[in-house]
Nanobody, 125 residues
Framework: VQLQASGGGLVQAGGCLRLSCAASGRTLRGYAVGWFRQAPGKEREFVAAYGRNGGYTYYADSVKGRFTISRDNAKNTVYLQMNSLKPEDTAVYYC???????????????????WGHGTLVTVSS
């Protein structure tokens, strides 16, 4: 499966952005799909994800209540709505997919097989 992330940009603190992750090659049904981010000099970190069953969502504590992951199966696309953005949300955001990852491994980027190119989100103070 090929993933293409888009929607990043420059926004002021308190603003919002919606990222998109469009998949091609295979349907995302049966795949876990997640968002990760990597700030300069830092390790890639988990942001949000759907499990493989597609019904449950998981969030990092740092974004819970501000970010929402959603999906449009007809468009084979997953979104990340980011509200109340903070300067510390500045990072390159990546989407990832995997059809065999287990729940306990969702938050660790090393376990995900498919990655899109990142999209840069910059939040100014």
């Amino acid at each position: 499966v090929q993933l293409q992330a888009s929607g990043g940009g420059l926004v002021q603190a308190g603003g919002c952005l919606r990222l998109s992750c469009a998949a091609s090659g295979r349907t995302l049904r049966g795949y876990a799909v997640g968002w990760f981010r990597q700030a300069p000099g830092k390790e890639r970190e988990f942001v949000a994800a759907y499990g493989r069953n597609g019904g449950y969502t998981y969030y990092a504590d740092s974004v819970k209540g501000r970010f929402t992951i959603s999906r449009d199966n007809a468009k084979n696309t997953v979104y990340l709505q980011m509200n109340s953005l903070k300067p510390e949300d500045t990072a390159v955001y990546y989407c990832a997919a995997d059809n065999s990852i287990i729940l306990s491994s969702l938050r660790n980027y090393v376990h995900w097989d498919y990655w899109g190119h990142g999209t840069l989100v910059t939040v100014s103070s």
